[in-house]
């Protein structure tokens, strides 16, 4: 058997593009704003991350342009060696007051900020902890990791207090996501908050979605919860409410001087790119300065559960601007997407394993920027499509 065999007989990828079905790497021709060109054709977007329309944000842009002009396009190196500049420690030294830490470090994306961070933390005879459903690039950190991995059922803290104490006498970090990025809930963070008193570990919170969104200014799942000094970890991206690429972590000024020195995923990567940086910088004030995105934000996300409610569709346990419409298999999430582009709404099929089997959904999620008209829009075609493949009456 070949190693390439595997790609010469992708059965499941030809089956779904023989049916007219793929729904993947579909092109974008404008911006990340509510509405964007398609095949030429306008079309409103509900499935982006782009949730305080930060990335077509005039002075995140002016940031980003001014960047390249003073220092070019690329660092030309890592972090750990010429790569460097001063805007890096500017950014870090913002990231670690933003979120109330000692220190931050930057990573080039949020996926190897994951990677580096768990993989670092976690060595041989130690354990990471997981909710069933974090993100993947938690599962892949611990994979890489030396140490075993653990997975409690999601939002359990009674499934959790059993593991902790079957593996007591082990150094564990438990890790979960503030926003779970599929059904769109929000972590249970007291209750694992509240087993530090009976167990002795560390505590690691992925908020890529939860920062510029939760807490009473933007600061996320932990501000939310009011356990910012309980955590001992707060991981993000800026490719969600911040608008660019790139990752970090904010943590005591201990830890953070650990990872700058054994994180492989930093140390063996470019630096981040100028222009990202002074968009991440922007963005961070622009959350300060206009609390009415936020908002804005929250008004559009209540306004969409409860029109989906209204027509009898199923979104899960959704709490926060991610809003899945549960559809069940995976060929019918498939079929749904695409028919919803044709009625021009764009939102994403979610199928396994990214989801349990027989839960396949539509991921929409919502922006600040969006307007009635567009949610209207948006609603009346769901209601059009849900009708002709028999989700709703």
């Known amino acids: 058997m070949g190693i390439f065999d595997k790609c010469h007989h992708f059965e499941r990828l030809e089956q779904v593009r023989a049916a007219g079905l793929y729904p993947y790497f579909r092109v974008i021709e404008s911006q990340q704003d509510p509405v964007v060109i398609m095949d030429g054709k306008e079309v409103v977007m509900c499935g982006s991350n782009n949730y305080l329309g930060l990335a077509s944000h005039p002075k995140v842009k002016e940031a980003a342009a001014a960047a390249v ?3 070019g396009t690329g660092c030309a190196g890592s972090r750990y060696l010429n790569g460097t500049l001063d805007i ?3 950014l870090e030294e913002k990231l670690a007051d933003f979120f109330r830490k000692e220190s931050a470090l930057v990573y080039a994306t949020g996926y190897q900020t994951n990677l580096g961070v768990i993989s670092a933390l976690v060595e041989r005879g130690e354990i990471a902890i997981n909710d069933r459903l974090n993100h993947a690039s938690i599962i892949d950190g611990c994979r890489l990791s030396f140490g075993e991995t ?4 999601h939002n359990d803290s009674r499934d959790l207090d059993h593991l902790l104490e079957k593996y007591r006498d082990k150094s564990k ?3 979960v996501d503030g926003v779970f990025s599929m059904e769109g809930d929000i972590s249970s963070l007291p209750d694992i908050v509240r087993l530090k008193e009976k167990h002795e570990f560390g505590l690691m919170v992925d908020d890529a979605h939860g920062v510029g969104v939760l807490g009473r200014t933007g600061r996320g799942t932990c501000e939310h919860f009011d356990l910012e000094d309980e955590v001992d970890i707060i991981m993000g991206t800026y490719s969600k409410s911040l608008g660019t690429i ?6 005591s000024e201990e830890i953070i001087d650990y990872l700058k020195h054994m994180s492989r995923s930093m140390i063996f990567s470019a630096s981040l790119a100028p222009a990202l940086v002074s968009a991440v910088s922007a963005a961070l004030d622009i959350i300060d300065q206009e609390p009415e995105r936020r908002e804005r934000l929250w008004k559009n996300t209540h306004r969409m559960m409860d029109g989906f409610k209204s027509y009898g569709f199923d979104i899960g346990g959704a709490a926060t601007p991610i809003i899945p419409v549960v559809v069940g298999e995976d060929l019918l999430a498939f079929q749904f997407a695409l028919m919803l582009q044709d009625e ?3 939102a994403n099929p979610v199928v396994s394993p990214a989801i349990p089997s027989g839960r396949a959904l539509i991921r929409t999620s919502y922006m600040a920027t969006h307007t009635d008209e ?7 075609v769901f209601v059009k499509v849900g009708r002709e493949l028999g989700l709703i009456t």
């Open 69 to 71: 002009m003073k220092y």
């Open 88 to 90: 890096h420690v500017a």
């Open 173 to 175: 970090l438990v890790i």
């Open 374 to 380: 567009h949610l209207d829009r948006v609603l009346e």
């Open 246 to 251: 790139g990752g970090f972590v904010a943590s």
């Open 150 to 153: 653990k997975k409690f059922h």
């Open 344 to 346: 021009g709404v764009f």
